[in-house]
């Protein structure tokens, strides 16, 4: 059984920075594409970051461009997203998401608040 067990959310500053970790475990996939995902209050959740398995290829949605950076450690079984000069509207609920065999996984989400 594949779970998805999320840290490091919180509260933070405008400006600031929070590190976002999600644990994987339960896999038995060669390739897949993993992720960030996240909802506002009255939002729909939006696709924030991944990063493929295959190749290391990496994805941002343009409101976090060159602010949040995705990573993973060797062995591919943690995934990180260091997100900088938070803004307000960066508030939401992040969850951890896998992509393998045309099926989407999902952890139970942390919280991430910014204050102006």
């Known amino acids: 059984e594949v779970q998805l067990v999320e840290s490091g959310g919180g509260l933070a500053q405008a400006g600031g920075s929070l590190r976002l970790s999600c644990a994987a475990s339960?896999?038995?996939?060669?390739?897949?594409?993993i992720g960030w995902f996240r909802q506002a209050p009255g939002k729909e959740r939006e696709g924030v970051s991944a990063i493929s398995s295959s190749d290391g290829s990496t994805y941002y949605a343009n409101s976090v461009k060159g602010r949040f950076t995705i990573s993973s450690d060797n062995a591919k079984t943690t995934v990180y997203l260091q997100m900088n000069s938070l803004k307000p509207d960066d508030t939401a609920v992040y969850y951890c998401?896998?992509?393998?065999?045309?099926?989407?996984?999902w952890g139970q989400g942390t919280q991430v608040t910014v204050s102006s």
């Open positions: 998401n896998v992509i393998a065999d045309l099926t989407m996984y």
């Open positions: 339960g896999f038995t996939f060669d390739d897949y594409v």
